[in-house]
T-cell receptor, first 116, second 113 residues
């Protein structure tokens, strides 16, 4: 079974540019999550999709971040325009549909974003 | 507010030494608890998890953790570490009625051969 995949693995962009991160969850997993780890800090929740619907986006930092999951399969996270403080590692995770806390989440390798 | 605290940021041990990494959580309801590990260049992997039942849970690679409800703790242990245990370790709490993980800041473990 293929795991969660993320693309790209690294991205270096200049302040003001746009970047789009992609996540492909495990096949059949309706729950999809985005998290971010800023250097030296904890991994923080950004948002949660159930299929194509945003279930919880309380962790999104501001309106420069836009997440989509058209068709309920892969998801994209766009940062536009990027700022220096957006640098960090962006993780995607997925889990089967069910009672929220009943399942572990399976994490992707992360995308390391550096904004210069 | 929900939070998870990991007390050790960097730990350096010699091979065969015993390991204990502290984790405390703050949450008003029932949580499921996890330890994830990230080996260099790899993705986060589940080491072990506690949902209910026996508070002493065993995970992969000889790791175990004990849930102590009265102390809001879920410390990770291993009796004898190996060089291959060098990695970053994350404690996480997942509320039973919620969907988002609350992670600690992580502990970087270096095992010296």
């Amino acid at each position: 079974e293929a795991g969660v995949t993320q693309f790209p693995s690294h991205s270096v962009i200049e302040k003001g540019q746009t970047v789009t991160l992609r996540c492909d969850p495990i096949s059949g997993h309706d729950n999809l999550y985005w998290y971010r780890r800023v250097m030296g800090k904890e991994i923080k929740f950004l948002l949660h999709f159930v299929k194509e619907s945003k279930q919880d986006e309380s962790g999104m930092p501001n309106n420069r971040f836009l997440a989509e999951r058209t068709g309920g399969t892969y998801s994209t996270l766009k940062v536009q325009p990027a700022e220096l403080e957006d640098s960090g590692v962006y993780f995607c995770a997925s889990s089967p549909l069910g009672t929220g806390g009943s399942y572990e989440q399976y994490f992707g390798p992360g995308t390391r974003l550096t904004v210069t | 507010a929900q939070s998870v605290s990991q007390h050790n940021h960097h730990v350096i041990l010699s091979e065969a030494a015993s390991l204990e990494l502290g984790c405390n959580y703050s949450y008003g309801g029932t949580v499921n608890l996890f330890w994830y590990v990230q080996y260099p260049g790899q993705h986060l992997q589940l080491l072990l998890k506690y949902f209910s039942g026996d508070p002493l849970v065993k995970g992969i690679k000889g790791f175990e953790a004990e849930f102590i409800k009265s102390k809001f703790s879920f410390n990770l242990r291993k009796p004898s570490v190996q060089w291959s245990d060098t990695a970053e370790y994350f404690c996480a709490a997942l509320p039973q009625t919620g969907n988002q993980f609350y992670f600690g800041t992580g502990t970087s473990l270096t095992v010296i051969p």
